[in-house]
C-alpha cells in the first residue's frame, strides 16, 4: 500500500488524509519516498513551497528562544566536533543537501520544531526533510521512565508538518529490531562512560545504536541534533567520523522557555512547584557564564592600568568601588591559579544548585561538570579554550540534564 499524508488516525495508506507531511511506518514505505524524493531533487527543481510559520505564543507569554535571557552577550555556540564526509565520494558532499533527518522520541516540543526548521532551511524547499518518532527502548535502563515515556504520534505530526517536514517515519519497535533486540550494537568507548554514562549505564551504546541505525535506513545529507544533549551530540559526531558514515552532523543551539528552562519532553511530567525548583539548572548554567564574563572584563581592565604592587588599590585610588576592587583582587588570584578560574566558575553554578537543594520540593544533584567538548573530561582551574557546563538533577520523579558552552580566554 503506498504512503498517504497524514490522517486523523495515521497509518500508512489512511484514506481522508490532508495534504502536507507523509506518516510512514516501515521500512519499504520510507525507501520508496526516499528514492521518489532523490530522482525528483536530480532531474529539476520542485515547485517552491511556503516557509513553516512560526511558532505562536500563548496570549500573554514570550516566545520559546534559542539563546539565554537578554542579558547574554550572544547565543550559544556550537559544541565542537570533528567534520565528517557526506553523501558521493568519499570527502565530498553536495554544496546543498537534499535529505535532512532530525531524530526524535516523539512527544514533539518547539525545541524539535526548530529542528525541523533548521532542516529545511538547509536543504532548501527541493530538498526532503525526514523527522523519525521511535522511542528506542535500547536506550532506557532498568527503572527509568520507557513505559510512561509520552507517545503523541498524532499531535507530533501535526508539530512536524508546521515546522516544515515532509516525511515523517515511526516505525515500530518491531520494524526497527525484527527479531529482538540486536546482536551487534555500537560501544560508546571512553566517552560514553562518563557523566549521562556513569548515571545511565548503557545508554549511550543504545542511542548510538539506534541512530546508526537510522542513518541508515534514512540515508540523509545531513542530520540535526539538539545541543541541550551535549554529551550525545558529541559521541553522534564521534561514531560519524570513527567509522565513515557518509552524512554531516549538525548541532542546533538549546531553545527556552521564556524564564530560561530549556525545553524538554519530560517537562510535562513536572508540577507547578517542581517546574519553579527545576529553574535553577538553567539559573546555575547562567550564573556560571555571568561568573565567568565578570573574570574576563576585571582581567581586561586590569590590563589598562599602570603596573604596581597592587592594582586593587589602583583601582580603588581611580575611584572605583571596593566591591570592585576586592572582585578585581579575585580576578588576579585566578591569574595567579590561586582558585579564581574555571573553578570560581564551578562554584558559582554549585551555589545556585545548593540553594535549590533546600527548596520544597528539592533539587537532587546528580552531576554538575565543566568539561573539555572533545573528551567530556573535565577541565583545570587554569583552562583556557571551549569548555561545556553540564548539569543533571532530579526534581521530583523527573530527572533533567541542561548545559552551556562557554570560551575561558587567555591568561592575562
Request: proline letters at 10%; aromatic letters at 4%.
Amino acid at each position: 500500500m503506498s504512503p498517504t499524508p497524514h490522517a486523523t488516525r495515521p497509518s500508512d495508506g489512511a484514506p481522508g488524509a490532508r495534504p502536507g507531511v507523509t506518516l510512514v511506518h516501515t521500512r519499504e514505505a520510507l525507501d520508496r519516498l526516499l528514492d521518489q524524493a532523490r530522482t525528483r531533487t536530480a532531474k529539476a527543481p520542485a515547485a517552491p513551497r511556503a516557509a513553516p510559520a512560526a511558532p505562536v505564543a500563548p496570549a500573554g507569554t514570550e516566545p520559546a528562544r534559542t539563546e539565554p535571557p537578554a542579558d547574554t552577550p550572544g547565543p550559544e555556540g556550537p559544541v565542537p566536533g570533528p567534520e565528517v564526509p557526506g553523501p558521493g565520494a568519499p570527502g565530498v558532499r553536495p554544496a546543498t543537501p537534499r535529505v535532512a533527518v532530525v531524530m526524535t522520541m516523539g512527544a514533539l516540543h518547539d525545541g524539535h520544531a526548530t529542528l525541523v526548521r533548521t532542516a529545511r532551511e538547509r536543504v532548501g524547499p527541493d530538498g526532503s526533510v525526514v523527522v523519525t518518532v521511535f522511542v528506542n527502548p535500547l536506550q532506557f535502563g532498568a527503572g527509568e521512565d520507557l513505559d510512561r515515556y509520552p507517545r503523541t504520534l498524532d499531535a507530533d505530526v501535526r508539530v512536524a508538518e508546521a515546522a516544515g517536514a515532509d516525511i515523517v517515519f515511526a516505525p515500530s519497535v518491531d520494524e526497527v529490531y525484527p527479531g529482538g533486540e540486536p546482536q551487534v550494537r555500537v560501544s560508546a568507548g571512553p566517552m560514553g562512560q562518563r557523566l549521562e554514562g556513569a548515571s545511565r549505564p548503557g545508554h549511550f551504546d543504545g542511542m548510538l545504536t539506534v541512530v546508526a541505525k537510522l542513518l541508515h535506513l534514512t540515508r540523509p545529507d545531513v542530520a540535526f541534533f539538539g545541543q541541550k544533549d551535549a554529551q550525545q551530540l558529541a559521541l553522534i559526531r564521534r561514531m560519524v567520523h570513527d567509522l565513515a558514515f557518509r552524512v554531516e552532523i549538525t548541532g542546533v543551539p538549546t531553545v527556552r522557555e521564556p524564564d530560561g528552562l530549556a525545553l524538554s519532553s519530560r517537562n510535562r511530567y513536572l508540577s507547578t512547584r517542581e517546574r519553579r525548583t527545576a529553574l535553577a539548572l538553567s539559573t546555575a548554567l547562567f550564573a556560571a557564564r555571568d561568573r565567568l564574563a565578570a573574570q574576563q572584563a576585571l582581567r581586561a581592565r586590569a590590563e589598562t592600568l599602570p603596573a604596581s604592587p597592587s592594582r586593587a588599590e589602583a583601582l580603588s585610588r581611580i575611584g572605583e568601588s571596593r566591591a570592585a576592587a576586592d572582585a578585581h583582587a579575585v580576578a588576579q588570584a585566578a591569574q595567579h591559579g590561586q582558585g579564581g578560574g574555571a573553578d570560581a566558575v564551578r562554584a558559582a553554578a554549585l551555589a545556585v544548585l545548593d540553594e535549590a537543594a533546600k527548596a520544597e520540593p528539592p533539587l537532587a544533584l546528580d552531576y554538575l561538570a565543566l568539561v573539555d567538548p572533545a573528551d567530556f573530561t573535565e577541565v583545570p582551574d587554569d583552562h583556557t579554550g571551549d569548555a561545556v557546563l553540564l548539569v543533571a538533577a532530579k526534581v521530583g520523579t523527573t530527572r533533567l540534564i541542561d548545559n552551556l558552552p562557554l570560551t575561558f580566554g587567555a591568561p592575562a
